[in-house]
């Protein structure tokens, strides 16, 4: 079996297993990314046989909105609610203390906002995702107001990062996230102190937000290869 077709089974199973533990009359947090979307498939399947009802999901991207109402998941906004239940979302590294980076699509700050406020945050990731040290095989992404992007990579690198702005297929032009701002994705080569590297990123003026989750992550389930066929 090849690589990729590994992994899309591990994606298809942790997805499934976060499905599942959504609950009826709850409001979802509803994660961006492969892994995620399968789980927002397997939702709105659950609804649609009528083994969940009265679901109400916030999305954390415009791509988590259009993948939810395809799977005809009920959506709601922030302004709404007054909690949400569970988050469900993928994660591109995770350190042994349920540490995260996030952001490979560029939507962890709307991301952050909404998993942090969960009561129950469930991180899918496949094996291939988890780590000793963040930041060994990952950028560090850094949401960015336009304007900013040239003093923010100054500090980036006086902070100890190489930063390069991320640019979108074929490097036609950079990326622009859903709030219409730039990614700076950053590499260093060790973080220490997560905690405090996340703070300190986000005290340089013209930072929105960036993809350190620390203390978030209540729950990571993993994805892992078992003989030819994937497992959670
Ligand atoms: C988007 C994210 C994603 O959750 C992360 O990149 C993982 O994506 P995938 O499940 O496709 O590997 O943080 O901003």
Do not use: C, W
């Amino acid at each position: 079996m090849a690589d990729t077709d590994l992994s899309k089974i591990m994606k298809q199973e942790v997805g499934k297993a976060a499905a599942d533990r959504v609950k009826s009359n709850s409001i979802v947090g509803l994660g961006t990314g492969s892994t995620t979307a399968f789980a927002i498939q397997f939702i709105g399947e659950r609804l649609q046989r009528g083994e969940l009802k009265n679901i109400q999901g916030i999305p954390t991207s415009f791509q988590a909105e259009v993948l939810s109402k395809q799977y005809g998941i009920p959506l709601t906004t922030l302004d709404a609610v007054d909690h949400i239940d569970v988050a469900i979302d993928g994660a591109d590294e995770v350190d042994p203390n349920k540490n995260l980076i996030k952001g490979g699509g560029a939507a962890h700050t709307r991301e952050k906002v909404v998993d942090s406020l969960a009561d129950q945050f469930i991180v899918v990731v496949d094996s291939g995702k988890l780590v000793d040290k963040l930041g060994s095989t990952f950028l560090l992404p850094v949401e960015v107001i336009p304007m900013a992007m040239t003093p923010v990579m100054r500090k980036l690198t006086q902070l100890g990062g190489k930063p390069e702005l991320r640019m979108g297929v074929k490097k036609a032009g950079p990326v622009v996230t859903d709030q219409g701002n730039l990614v700076i994705d950053v590499k260093f080569d060790e973080i220490p102190n997560p905690e405090s590297l996340e703070k300190e990123i986000n005290n340089i003026p013209g930072v929105l937000e960036n993809g350190l989750f620390v203390g978030v992550a209540d729950v990571v389930l993993v994805g892992e290869v078992k003989a030819d066929q994937a497992s959670v």
